[in-house]
């Protein structure tokens, strides 16, 4: 593809509407997450949850494969930071094996909500790593945020699932991955970091993949598998792309508005009813998110 040959010269520019557009990007992303994580919900039901991160990222690394003609583009491959990139990938499938390890025990909002303390390491890794400082402004409305997430999750009042550890180490890996993600955009194409990260991940996971294989039972659930593949890596090029025209800080709040398909998916799936103070919370983490979008539009007048 000749734009996505052009990234790595285009991101260090931003253009004026470059804020604007990440944003967009960056809530497609967490909508693709989303369905990500309920298909992986659903699937555990029947496979085991190795086989699921495998095919993952097999089917993530066949559909790079064909939507870029990798064939025609080896130079998409070329790196000049090789252990960047591995590192990045295995963060990737950390995130991946965690998240779904967390969701076969938790309701889709409870892993997703753990996972928002991430905003608060992104905004403050971008500043030394990126060169990316957040401002007062900008520290408040995650700050605004997370006593969202808090509302929801009512730590304290309740019994914490042990299963939310798991949540807490794909949010770390997440955290990390989003500040790789944002200093590779500097030289590479978001084609490659799509297909090197998903390469790596599907070796790494094949052996564990293989061993612990079960027949998937039916068509649906191979359409489910390679749905996976799908969502994760269409919703991860969304995300490179974010990060490629716009700074971590801006995009980090808007991780926030995962919830809110988080709860819509968990009711219409998985007859998870949202109570009270979840509508409450995620009301106060979109508007968090929106203060944020609110500001950036103010900056551009």
């Known amino acids: 593809m000749v734009q996505d040959s052009q990234d790595a010269q285009a991101g260090g520019s931003l253009t004026e509407a470059a804020p604007l557009a990440g944003i967009g990007l960056i809530v497609l992303a967490c909508l693709s997450f989303s369905f990500l994580d309920a298909t992986a919900k659903y699937l555990i039901e029947s496979v085991p949850t190795l086989q699921i991160v495998w ?47 967390a969701v076969r025990y938790l309701q889709l909002a409870e892993t997703t909500a753990i996972m928002f303390a991430a905003p608060f390491v992104i905004t403050a890794l971008a500043g030394p790593m990126l060169g990316e400082w957040a401002g007062p402004r900008r520290w408040i409305a995650i700050v605004i945020g997370f006593l969202g997430i808090l509302v929801v999750t009512q730590p304290g009042l309740g019994n914490m699932h042990w299963a939310a550890v798991y949540s807490v180490a794909s949010m770390v890996f997440y955290a990390i991955y989003a500040i790789l993600t944002r200093q590779l955009t500097g030289t590479d194409s978001s ?29 649906w659930s191979w359409v489910l ?71 950036e539009r103010m900056r551009k007048i």
Do not use: E
């Open 191 to 219: 084609a490659g970091m799509l297909i090197i990260s998903g390469i790596v991940a599907a070796i790494a996971m094949a052996p564990a993949g293989l061993t612990v294989w079960v027949t998937p039972p039916g068509l």
């Open 225 to 295: 598998l390679f749905a996976t593949g799908v969502f994760g890596g269409g919703g991860h090029y969304l995300f490179i792309m974010a990060h490629r025209i716009a700074p971590a800080p801006v995009l980090a709040p808007f991780i926030y508005t995962q919830i809110v398909w988080m709860i819509a998916l968990g009711f219409l799936v998985f007859g998870d009813v949202p109570t009270v103070t979840t509508i409450i919370g995620a009301a106060i983490v979109v508007g968090s998110g929106l203060y944020i979008l609110y500001r």
């Open 55 to 101: 095919l993952r990222f097999v089917s993530h690394v066949i559909l790079s494969f064909l939507l870029f003609r990798v064939w025609k583009n080896p130079a998409l491959f070329k790196t000049k930071r090789p252990m960047l990139h591995i590192v990045r990938a295995f963060c990737l499938l950390g995130i991946t094996i965690f998240n779904f390890l």
